[in-house]
């Protein structure tokens, strides 16, 4: 099993305690950075051979569009962010201090690159539905996957 195969199962952290109790319990048996397997099937079939199929199927994967995975993350992020402000009942609205800002950072010859999530983290942080630390990293998180598309 590789670690790409339960990754969708929950956040990397959740994953990770997850993957961590099957190995104090022994019922897995981790071969590599992100390859486990069942220990029956380590002594049947053996270390070595395993990590050759993982292997293989680890390039699988990643043969996949790195495109595709990448939207898919981009779309995971504003999507999060979409649904957290529609069941808080946030929008946003923009006040005299936003266009103050814009025209401002216009002024000084830099670009003003924010869009609808980008606006929307503002409006959740404002309205105290997340901390300035969450608005960040989700933030970063949103910029990063466009960045990536």
């Known amino acids: ?31 590599d950075r992100g390859v486990y397997a069942k220990p029956g099937a380590v002594a049947q079939v053996g270390k070595q051979a395993l990590l050759v199929t993982a292997l293989s199927r680890t390039q699988q994967v990643r043969g996949r569009s790195v495109k595709h995975a990448r939207q898919r993350r981009l779309a995971t992020t504003a999507d999060k962010v979409r649904d957290l402000a529609h069941r ?38 404002r309205a105290g539905k997340l901390t300035p630390a969450d608005m960040v990293k989700l933030v970063i998180d949103h910029h990063r996957d466009r960045k990536l598309v």
């Open 1 to 31: 099993m590789l670690r790409a195969d339960v990754r969708e199962f929950g956040s990397a952290t959740q994953v990770s305690a997850a993957l961590n109790a099957l190995l104090q319990k022994g019922l897995l048996e981790r071969l």
């Open 88 to 125: 808080q009942g946030v929008v946003f609205s923009l006040t005299y201090a936003d266009r103050w800002a814009v025209a401002v950072t216009k002024l000084a010859g830099d670009v003003v690159a924010s869009d609808a999530t980008d606006d929307l983290l503002v409006a959740l942080t």
